[in-house]
């Protein structure tokens, strides 16, 4: 079974400056998804970054960025020039990439909560 | 429709008392998923609807939780015999066969008194 950790449950960035979030799993798989999800105080999870186990290169969305290191089973998320905005729970989350039994599972870490203070 | 829409918002209820949470997905998503997020954890995989596919219904926690889906269309979640450790939020998703990008709706919070 595959296990997501974050170890920060709760992290604050002042605007404009630059945060890391911090995740790390576990599996046996050689190819699988990694996810970054936020979740801002209306529920709703919104995707914010995908990484594929396959590329070496990390993924970018805008400001949104990943630290992909595969032997070390990590995958961190840095957001530069934070917005109020970015204020949400976000998570990690994992897939695998086969078709198979319970492949289209997301696995969930437990969340950071991330405040951005003006 | 736009997006992955979910009824009701909110949801209290006595304990022992049945409910029906309902999703809608995203037109033309083949792929429907139910999700539990109790508070301050992150989400639990419950059930799993591909097109007309037997459903993956490993993730339900115990029988009383049970799902339905109507070919490729809307889903309903229902809870029997509600206990106080049922309330969470309830997350439905959808996505394409193709791609495994998963949408979420906004969630039911459910409160059993």
């Not at chain 1, 801002?40 to 290169?57: D, N, T």
């Not at chain 2, 889906?69 to 049922?86: A, F, H, K, W």
């Amino acid at each position: 079974a595959q296990t997501v950790t974050q170890s920060q449950p709760e992290m604050s960035v002042q605007e404009a400056e630059t945060v890391t979030l911090s995740c790390t799993y576990d599996t046996s798989e050689s190819n699988y998804y990694l996810f970054w999800y936020k979740q801002p105080p209306s529920r709703q999870m919104i995707l914010v970054i995908r990484q594929e186990a396959y590329k070496q290169q990390n993924a970018t969305e805008n400001r949104f960025s990943v630290n992909f290191q595969k032997a070390a089973k990590s995958f961190s998320l840095k957001i530069s020039d934070s917005q109020l905005g970015d204020t949400a729970m976000y998570f990690c989350a994992f897939m695998m990439a086969y078709s198979g039994a319970g492949s289209y599972q997301l696995t969930f870490g437990k969340g950071t909560k991330l405040s951005v203070i003006p | 429709g736009a997006g992955v829409s979910q009824s009701p918002s909110n949801k209290v209820t006595e304990k022992g008392k049945d409910v029906e949470l309902r999703c809608d997905p995203i037109s033309g998503h083949t792929a429907l998923y139910w999700y539990r997020q109790r508070l301050g954890q992150g989400l639990e995989f419950l059930i799993y609807f591909q097109g007309n596919s037997a459903p993956d219904k490993s993730g339900l926690p115990s029988d009383r939780f049970s799902a339905e889906r109507t070919g490729e269309s809307v889903s309903t979640l229902t809870i029997q015999r509600t206990q106080q450790e049922d309330s969470a939020v309830y997350l439905c998703a959808s996505s394409t066969s193709v791609v495994n990008i998963q949408y979420f709706g906004a969630g039911t919070r459910l409160s059993v008194l």
